[in-house]
C-alpha cells in the first residue's frame, strides 16, 4: 500500500513548496519504494523454492532473472512510470483517483459508470488486502537472515516479529513527522547497500548480465512448456510495490518518483537480482537464502539490522497509506465515518485513525502467528497485487481512449499487452489459493462487501428519507402562514438532502415549537477532485428571504472537511455572517431497522444497520463544536 499524505495549503502541494526537486527525490525513495524495494529479500529465495520444482542450472536462472527483469520494464517502468502517471486527477495518482478519472468519462448515473465504481472499490479492497501481507512479509524476510548469521535463534524471529508489529503500530498515534525524515536517507543506504552486494556477487560469475536479452525469458517458457506460467506466482513477487510509484504522485510529483526509479531504485534492484543469480549458478546450495548468503560475513549483522529497518519503514508506508486511503473511501461515501487525528501542525496529509491501526494490527499479527516465515507468505502474497494491477490496466485504458485523443492510438494496445501480463500474474498466483493465497482474496471480498453495503445502505436510507419526507418548496410557505415562536440566533441543520424539510426540523418544531430567525438547510457534497476549487466551495441561495438559505459545502476527496470554518469564510464572499456564539447546529441521528423484502438482503441490511451504528457522528466528522450541536433521533426502516 502506498503513502497519500498531503501538504496543507492546496498551492503549495502542487508545487510542492520550497523543497527541491533533490529533496523530493530522496522523500520518494523513502516512502515510495519501501515495498518494492524489500522485495529482494524473497523474491528468488521464492522462485526456487520446492514447490517449483526448478533446478538452479544456468538456463533457468537466466530465464528467471529475464522474467524478473521484464517485469520490472514493462510493468513497472513503461505502465506505472512511463503511461500511468500521466493520469493524475488535479495531481494525485492511486486507484481511487482513476476511478473518478474513469467514471467523469461516463454519462453520469450510468451502468457503465456503475461498473467503473464496482471496479475501482474492488480493486481498492483487493489492495488493502495487498497491503495487510506487507508488513509481515518483509519483517519476516528481513530477520531470516539470523538463520543464516546463528542458526540456533531460528526460534527467535517470530516473537521479534511480532515484538517489532506492536512497536510499530503502538506509535502511530504519535505521528511520523520526525521518524519521516530519516526515511530517505536510510532507504537510500539499503539501495546502495544491495547494489553494492550485487555487484560483489556479479564479479564472480558476469555471465548473468545475459539476462537482459528477452530470448531467455523465452526459452525458460520453451523448455518448461505450459506450466513454466506458474514461476510468474514468484515473478510477480519483484513488481509488488509498484502501484504505490502512482499511488503516491500527488505528495512527491511525477518528476522526483521517475527519477529516483530510473536512476536510482531500478538499477540497485537489478544489481541484487542479477548478483543472487551469480551466487546461486555458483554456489546452487544459496537457494535456501540467496540475499543473505551473498552478504560478506563481516556485514551480515549490520545488513539484518539495515533490512529490518528497511522492511519497518516499508510497513509504515503501508499503515500510514491505509489511514489515507480510508480518508479518501470515507469522504466518496464507501466506508463509514471514523475518528481522525491529526498528528502534525503543519502538514494535513500527517492523520491517525485508531480503528483501521488496530485492525490493520490484528491481521498483521495473524499473519506473522500463522505463516510465520515469508517463504509461506510469498504463497498469499501476488493474488491480490496482480488483481489490483489488472483492474488499473482498465482503468487506463478506459481514460486514455476516452481522454487522450493524441495518445489512444499507442496507450492502448500498450494496455492490451500490459492485461496480458497481469492475467498470465493471476493465473500464476491462482493456483497458490489453497497455500494462502486465499487470505488476501478473503480479505478483499470482505473488505469490498463492506464498502458496497455501506454505499448501498445509505443510498437506501436517503430514499427513505426522500420518500418519508416533506418537499422543502411547499412546506416554507405553510409554515410562514401560521409561524411558530421566533427565537434569536442562527439553527443550521444538516441535511444529505437538498429538497426534502429534514427531520431536526420538524423535531424541532414538534417538541420545542420555535423556529430561529435564520435557518440555514446545510449540505456537504464530496467532489471526484483531491481539492475543491475555492469559487466552488460554497453555493449559498436565499429560499425565503432573509429567514432561510439553502447552503452546500464542498470538500475534495484528499481534505478534511471543517464546516464551522468554511461557513465563517462565507462573508469573505459577500454571504451570510455566521457567528459562531450565535449558531446552533441541528442534526438528526437514524436508528436503522433491518426489513425482509425491502431494499438489500437481509443480512447485508443488519450489517449496514450495525455499522450505521458504530460510526463516529457526521456531526464529528465536519468539526461541528459538541456545545453547539442538537441531535435529534429518527427511526427509519429500510
Not at 118 to 130: E, H, P, V, W, Y
Not at 319 to 335: D, K, P
Not at 443 to 453: E, H, K, N, Q, S
Request: one cysteine or more.
Amino acid at each position: 500500500m502506498a503513502v497519500t499524505t498531503n501538504t496543507s495549503n492546496h498551492g503549495s502541494h502542487n508545487g510542492h513548496g520550497q523543497v527541491g526537486l533533490f529533496g523530493l527525490t530522496v522523500g520518494a525513495i523513502g516512502v515510495v519504494f519501501g515495498d518494492i524495494g524489500t522485495s529482494p529479500l524473497y523474491t528468488i529465495k521464492e522462485a526456487f523454492s520446492p514447490h517449483y520444482g526448478l533446478t538452479p542450472d544456468p538456463a533457468t536462472v537466466l530465464g528467471v532473472l529475464s522474467l524478473i527483469f521484464w517485469s520490472l520494464i514493462i510493468t513497472v517502468t513503461v505502465k506505472y512510470v512511463a503511461v500511468i502517471m500521466r493520469a493524475d486527477n488535479e495531481g494525485e495518482g492511486g486507484i481511487m483517483a482513476l476511478m473518478a478519472l474513469a467514471q467523469r468519462t461516463l454519462p453520469k448515473g450510468s451502468r457503465s459508470a456503475y461498473a467503473v465504481g464496482i471496479l475501482g472499490i474492488f480493486g481498492a479492497s483487493l489492495f488493502f488486502g495487498d497491503g495487510v501481507i506487507t508488513p509481515p512479509v518483509s519483517v519476516l524476510g528481513a530477520l531470516e537472515g539470523i538463520e543464516v548469521a546463528a542458526p540456533k535463534f531460528h526460534n527467535w524471529i517470530v516473537p521479534i516479529a511480532v515484538l517489532i508489529m506492536l512497536a510499530l503500530f503502538s506509535t502511530q498515534r504519535f505521528g511520523t513527522e520526525k521518524v519521516g525524515r530519516v526515511y530517505g536517507p536510510i532507504t537510500a543506504m539499503w539501495f546502495l547497500a544491495i547494489a553494492a552486494i550485487g555487484l560483489l556477487n556479479i564479479l564472480h560469475n558476469p555471465e548473468v548480465f545475459k539476462a537482459f536479452n528477452p530470448w531467455w525469458a523465452v526459452q525458460f517458457f520453451v523448455t518448461h512448456g505450459w506450466h513454466g506460467i506458474f514461476i510468474l506466482g514468484a515473478v510477480v513477487l519483484a513488481v509488488t510495490g509498484g502501484e504505490a510509484l502512482y499511488a503516491d504522485m500527488g505528495h512527491f510529483g511525477a518528476k522526483p518518483i521517475r527519477y529516483a526509479w530510473y536512476f536510482f531504485v531500478l538499477p540497485s534492484l537489478m544489481l541484487n537480482y542479477l548478483g543472487q543469480g551469480a551466487l546461486v549458478l555458483e554456489n546452487p546450495a544459496a537457494v535456501k537464502n540467496p540475499f543473505y548468503v551473498g552478504v560478506p560475513e563481516w556485514a551480515l549483522y549490520p545488513m539484518i539490522a539495515l533490512a529490518t529497518a528497511a522492511a519497518v519503514i516499508a510497513s509504515q508506508a503501508v499503515i500510514t497509506g491505509a489511514f489515507s486511503v480510508a480518508r479518501q473511501a470515507m469522504q466518496l461515501g464507501y466506508i463509514p465515518r471514523m475518528a481522525i487525528k491529526h498528528t502534525s501542525r503543519e502538514t494535513i496529509g500527517q492523520i491517525y485513525i485508531p480503528t483501521i491501526n488496530w485492525t490493520l494490527m490484528f491481521a498483521v499479527i495473524a499473519l506473522v502467528l500463522t505463516f510465520r516465515s515469508s517463504t509461506a507468505l510469498a504463497s498469499a502474497y501476488g493474488v491480490s497485487v496482480s488483481g489490483t494491477m489488472l483492474i488499473d490496466t482498465l482503468l487506463l485504458a478506459l481514460v486514455a481512449r476516452a481522454s487522450w485523443p493524441d495518445s489512444r492510438r499507442w496507450v492502448v494496445p500498450l494496455c492490451a499487452v500490459f492485461a496480458i501480463m497481469e492475467l498470465a500474474f493471476l493465473v500464476a498466483n491462482g493456483v497458490k489459493f489453497l497455500d494462502g493465497a486465499w487470505f488476501p482474496v478473503l480479505l478483499g471480498i470482505l473488505v469490498f462487501t463492506l464498502l458496497r453495503t455501506w454505499r448501498r445502505g445509505r443510498e437506501l436510507l436517503h430514499a427513505e428519507i426522500r420518500k418519508e419526507g416533506l418537499q422543502l418548496d411547499s412546506f416554507l410557505p405553510g409554515l410562514m402562514l401560521a409561524p411558530p415562536v421566533r427565537v434569536p440566533g442562527t439553527a443550521v441543520f444538516l441535511t444529505a438532502q437538498t429538497g426534502v424539510v429534514p427531520h431536526a426540523l420538524l423535531h424541532n418544531l414538534k417538541h420545542n415549537k420555535v423556529l430561529h430567525e435564520r435557518n440555514v438547510f446545510l449540505t456537504v457534497d464530496t467532489l471526484n477532485v483531491p481539492y475543491a476549487p475555492k469559487e466552488k466551495r460554497l453555493k449559498i441561495d436565499s429560499i425565503g428571504g432573509e429567514d432561510f438559505y439553502r447552503v452546500v459545502v464542498r470538500f475534495g476527496f484528499m481534505e478534511t472537511p471543517d464546516v464551522p470554518l468554511a461557513l465563517m469564510r462565507s462573508c469573505d464572499k459577500g454571504g451570510i455572517y455566521f457567528d459562531p456564539m450565535d449558531t446552533t447546529y441541528f442534526a438528526s441521528r437514524e436508528t436503522i431497522i433491518a426489513s425482509r423484502h425491502r431494499g438489500m438482503p437481509i443480512w447485508r441490511d443488519k450489517l449496514f444497520a450495525v455499522m450505521h451504528r458504530n460510526a463516529a457522528p457526521a456531526t464529528g466528522f465536519f468539526h461541528i463544536p459538541g456545545n453547539r450541536l442538537v441531535e435529534l433521533g429518527a427511526q427509519i426502516e429500510i
